[in-house]
């Protein structure tokens, strides 16, 4: 279905990405926000919080990120499509709630503008250290997306995306921002509502009798229903069975936690994104992601200049992670050069494609700045010095 | 067995709050002499005297022995995290403010780990009404020390006794700003099903505290007896004072239990507050939010 017109600011603006992020979750029909301010991403709800009175939409600052991260759920329950807004100490501390949001299958956004960790770390500096802990962060196994946007555009755009796919698979999405991604001010284009696509919610339109909250379509996705709709449902984040109630046992536990995986890992190749430049025929292939992607070019640029032969691979999907085509790859390209702004995250991810078929380099960067091109320029050379030895 | 009680209808049902239970769940995971069953049972009775719509009442929990109740009440029904049952209701209430949201839950969960997200719902006045039930003990997890576990009681972090001071709720909740505040023991059934009734119906914030029994865990460490005695402790040791100032209705260990309806008071909701305001600034450009 197309996107309400109500409150689609179409239009050309000269924004920073943070702010895109709040259009582009009103585009995609989030009418409940909740957050807690927290430097870089408090842009976000303060753009919301401007804009949601005066569009029907239900803004509200809460005691802290815990309390964020469920009162979505509890919206999203009621009918609403709903997002919260953190950075690095927050999200940590919606990490049980991620879970539950993936154990109750609630579909909702989690977005998390990166700055330098651990702890208090670098408020006001970027990072790109929250990767690992997007995939892995709630205890337990479940299956999750992550869309790492590297512009102001792409920021509203994927805003919109993560809505639709939290809704195609009744699963939390998280948008992994960075500090620069988020404060960089570009042109965005906001499009006319007729022209956004939105994945509306999976209603279940069937008889009211037999209804079962969690059972799966062919495609491993339930169903949903909200409060006050007459079905008497019940959620909870115990292990259950197809009507929602707790049932303690191993079988029980493999069927609901092997589908939570499956919907994502078996629908991987629709989820799946990521844009290619010159990899094909390519020796050297950078995979990169967020603000660095960007930092990356100059490099590239440089050494294919100097005749390497250097293609960039760039994730928009960090989870799912584009497994095929990475092995693909390493079966011609000599090495993988892989910059981000921590000491190796999404690294292993395409150590583990690899699997030894061909060099994996690391770019490493513990955050506070981005990268100097010169630092991935270098190991690109040396790379192909290696290569020609 | 006489041969009156043979004449009963097997085909009736015997409890008429077994409709506003999922009855194929039961038997529930409460232990014998228990005091949450009954004070289920109090609510289904509420439920039904209260007139309100049912298809439009959720029910939302927390972690813990009282936690469970959300699960076996025919609503749609809410199990969250441990102590967040709140901030879920808030926005299941927010999002949507036809429906009526109950918090049923426990007090650890609910002033220990939830305590953060208890003041601030109580400050924000949002339209829900909570029923905590008091135990003074972790149930759930082997009968830990509470925040409401009285000085010189004993638990099983606490095995040489408890030396905190517990929180008084009423007065808690009642400073927080809920609009409705009482106390009952689930020996009071009638008063607390009263009690219960009239949150419901009440806008805003309300609070309702009910003392239970936890003889597996509370009542037997601490030599109290059974779930029976304890409800006998009750009856003998309860004094209803409605209107008492809740700074006087703190707990001690096995002494006198102050109960009734302490606070009773008309405020603006967080959604009228947050409409009369918007309205004034924004004058006809402003929609009334409603979900």
């Known amino acids: ?389 | 067995m006489t041969e009156e009680s043979m004449d009963i209808d097997m085909s009736m049902p015997t409890n008429t709050v077994e409709e506003f239970l999922r009855m194929e769940r039961m038997p529930h995971i409460w232990c014998p002499g228990c005091g949450i069953g009954t004070t289920v049972n109090c609510f289904a009775h509420a439920l039904e005297t209260s007139g309100l719509d049912l298809k439009k009442v959720s029910i939302v929990s927390g972690i813990g022995c009282t936690g469970r109740v959300a699960g076996y009440l025919k609503l749609d029904s809410f199990h969250t995290t441990h102590g967040r049952a709140l901030p879920f209701a808030t926005g299941l209430k927010l999002a949507n403010p036809e429906l009526k949201v109950v918090v049923y839950s426990g007090d650890g969960d609910l002033t220990a780990i939830g305590g953060n997200h208890f003041i601030h719902a109580a400050r924000r006045n949002v339209d829900m009404t909570v029923v905590l039930i008091n135990n003074f003990i972790y149930g759930m997890t082997g009968g830990q020390v509470a925040p409401t576990t009285p000085i010189g009681a004993t638990a099983s972090t606490t095995p040489h006794g408890n030396f905190e001071e517990p929180f008084n709720l009423p007065y808690l909740a009642e400073s927080c700003g809920a609009v409705y505040v009482a106390r009952w023991t689930a020996y009071h059934v009638r008063h607390a099903t009263k009690a219960i009734k009239d949150a419901l119906l009440k806008r805003g914030f309300s609070f309702v505290e009910i003392l239970a029994p936890c003889p597996t865990l509370y009542s037997r460490r601490n030599r109290l007896g059974d779930g029976l005695d304890q409800m006998k402790f009750y009856r003998d040791n309860s004094e209803v004072k409605n209107d008492a100032d809740t700074k006087t209705v703190g707990l001690s260990f096995q002494g006198k239990v102050i109960v009734g309806k302490f606070v009773d008071k008309d405020k603006p909701t967080y959604l009228d507050s947050m409409n009369a305001f918007y309205a004034q600034k924004f004058g006809d450009k402003y929609s009334p939010y409603k979900g």
Request: one cysteine or more; a negative charge.
């Open chain 1, 1 to 389: 279905m197309k996107a309400d017109p109500k409150g689609v600011m179409a239009g050309a603006y000269f924004i920073d990405g943070d702010h895109a992020c709040a259009e582009g979750a009103i585009a995609a029909g989030c009418r409940f926000v909740a957050g807690y301010p927290i430097t870089p991403s408090t842009e976000v709800v303060e753009r919301i919080a401007e804009r949601f009175p005066l569009i029907g939409g239900m803004f509200i600052q809460m005691e802290d990120e815990i309390a964020s991260s469920i009162a979505i759920q509890g919206a999203v329950w009621a009918g609403k499509k709903a997002m919260t807004v953190t950075s690095g100490p927050g999200f940590s501390l919606m990490m049980e709630h991620i879970g539950l949001a993936a154990m109750t299958e609630t579909p909702c956004v989690f977005v998390d503008v990166q700055r330098g960790g651990p702890s208090t770390g670098l408020p006001t500096l970027p990072g790109q250290g929250d990767m690992m802990q997007a995939r892995w962060g709630s205890h337990g196994d479940y299956g999750i997306i992550a869309l790492c946007p590297n512009s102001p555009q792409e920021s509203f755009d994927l805003t919109i995306k993560a809505f639709n796919l939290a809704e195609q698979y009744r699963v939390p999405v998280l948008l992994m921002l960075d500090e620069c991604v988020g404060h960089m001010t570009e042109r965005v284009v906001v499009p006319p509502a007729e022209e956004i696509e939105i994945t509306p919610r999976r209603y279940w339109e069937g008889p009211k009798e037999g209804f079962l909250l969690f059972k799966a379509a062919q495609d491993r996705v339930p169903p949903m229903v909200k409060a006050g709709d007459g079905y008497n449902i019940h959620v909870t984040g115990l292990t259950h069975d197809e009507r929602g109630y707790p049932v303690m046992t191993a079988a029980a536990q493999e069927k609901l936690i092997r589908r939570l995986v499956d919907k994502i890992r078996l629908n991987s190749e629709a989820i799946v994104e990521y844009k290619e430049d010159q990899t094909a025929g390519a020796d050297i292939v950078i995979v990169s992601f967020g603000i660095t992607s960007r930092v990356a070019i100059p490099a590239i640029e440089q050494a294919r200049r100097e005749g390497a032969k250097v293609g960039h691979l760039r994730l928009i999907t960090a989870w799912p992670f584009p497994a095929r085509r990475i092995r693909e790859l390493s079966g011609h390209v000599s090495c993988f050069v892989v910059p981000e702004i921590n000491y190796g995250q999404m690294v292993r991810e395409v150590e583990r494609c690899v699997a030894g078929r061909t060099r994996v380099e690391r770019v490493s960067h513990g955050g506070g700045s981005v990268h100097n091109p010169k630092d991935i320029y270098a190991k690109i050379m040396s790379c192909g010095k290696e290569e020609r030895r």
